[in-house]
């Protein structure tokens, strides 16, 4: 950009004597800045005053001995914008580890609360033992899924899926007392999950982070508080 504004200069005053130059105030625009500036026109060419170039772009225009110095701000539109990596994606969006980590959670949370309903209602027996392994898996992949959560998705869908865990916890725990205080014969009615209030809860919550799972977005419609 110096060398050709130098170029211009020198241009100029090589030919200013053999042609006659016409000034005009135009409009210059340069880097989304405009202003009007004294433009020389001449044998079809047109040369900007640097002194009012160096204004209209914030510059700095200087003399030292036999040489002109322009200096011109970097243009911020030249810089490229950083795009996000992929270990820091955007906010909006579930991170890739998040993911995979929260759709194991939910898996084994839907296959420990179909395993426990398939017994209750066929009178199948139903112990902590049995129902431990579930739990357990469950709880480790809700904790990869807490350290693999970047982005603010992450984190609110996070708590939506520690809330199903605690829930699907809780009822659990419920069936096992039942089963305990020999109270299990009103889970056997065909009815009996369908008038369970927690339970569907439960059911309610995990396809609401399914339909989530699967637009790669969170969006709350407040089945899993």
Avoid at 5 to 25: C, I, P
Avoid at 61 to 81: C, E, K, M, R
Avoid at 134 to 163: F, M, W
Avoid at 170 to 191: G, V
Wanted: with cysteine.
């Amino acid at each position: 950009m110096r060398k050709r504004l130098l170029l211009m200069l020198v241009l100029f005053l090589a030919e200013f004597a053999a042609s006659q130059a016409v000034q005009q105030s135009r409009t210059l625009v340069i880097n989304g800045q405009s202003g009007e500036v004294p433009v020389l026109q001449m044998n079809g060419r047109s040369f900007v005053d640097l002194a009012a170039l160096a204004q209209l772009a914030n510059g700095t225009l200087g003399f030292h001995g036999d040489q002109i110095v322009l200096s011109l701000p970097a243009s911020a539109a030249n810089v490229p914008a950083k795009a996000p990596s992929a270990s820091q994606p955007s906010n909006s969006a579930f991170s890739k580890d998040f993911m995979t980590a929260g759709i194991e959670t939910m898996s084994v949370i839907r296959e420990w609360r179909s395993a426990l309903a398939n017994a209750i209602q066929n009178g199948y027996p139903v112990s902590a033992n049995w129902v431990e392994s579930y739990r357990g898996k469950a709880a480790q992949n809700l904790r990869l899924a807490s350290v693999a959560a970047s982005t603010d998705s992450d984190q609110q869908a996070l708590q939506l899926l520690t809330n199903e865990l605690d829930n699907m916890q809780k009822w659990n725990d419920k069936i096992l007392k039942a089963r305990k205080d020999m109270d299990a014969a009103k889970y056997m009615s065909p009815d009996a999950l369908n008038n369970d209030p927690l339970f569907q809860k439960i059911l309610n919550c995990a396809h609401s982070l399914a339909a989530m799972s699967a637009s790669g977005q969170f969006q709350d419609d407040g089945s899993c508080h």
